[in-house]
């Protein structure tokens, strides 16, 4: 099982990036999907999720209106579109498997129920 990032780099505040996930060694359309960004000498933060089917997404409220998750089934594949990006979004941004299909909100933001972790990639924003 395996979960590999990319996308992440650089961008001044209001700037845009779009990271991406390839999931592999399981069944992906079976699994909600998150992303869970960690600044430096800070916890981990769950930020957005998205059910197995993509019917349904969840955000932090620091986010909501800026950052859109989705996913393509077909490809293995989740996304997080960041725009309007600022400071405080800087961070290493992690995608994670869930343990369950169709998780609610509060499940959601619970980092033991994901069993499965990218190396993450790392976003900074600055002018």
């Known amino acids: 099982v395996l979960l590999e990032e990319s996308g992440g780099g650089l961008a001044q505040p209001g700037g845009s990036l779009r990271l991406s996930c390839v999931a592999s060694?399981?069944?992906?359309?079976?699994?909600?999907m998150s992303w869970v960004r960690q600044a430096p000498g800070k916890e981990r933060e769950w930020v957005a999720g998205l059910v197995s089917t993509g019917a349904d997404t969840y955000y932090i409220d620091s986010v909501k209106g800026r950052f859109t998750i989705s996913r393509d089934n077909a490809l293995n594949t989740v996304y997080l579109q960041m725009n309007n990006l600022k400071p405080e979004d800087t961070a290493r941004y992690y995608c994670?498997?869930?343990?369950?299909?169709?998780?609610?909100?509060?499940?959601?933001?619970?980092?033991?129920?994901?069993?499965?972790w990218g190396q993450g990639t790392q976003v900074t924003v600055s002018s």
């Open positions: 060694g399981f069944i992906f359309g079976h699994y909600a």
């Open positions: 994670a498997k869930s343990v369950f299909p169709f998780p609610d909100f509060e499940l959601f933001r619970r980092l033991q129920e994901y069993d499965t």
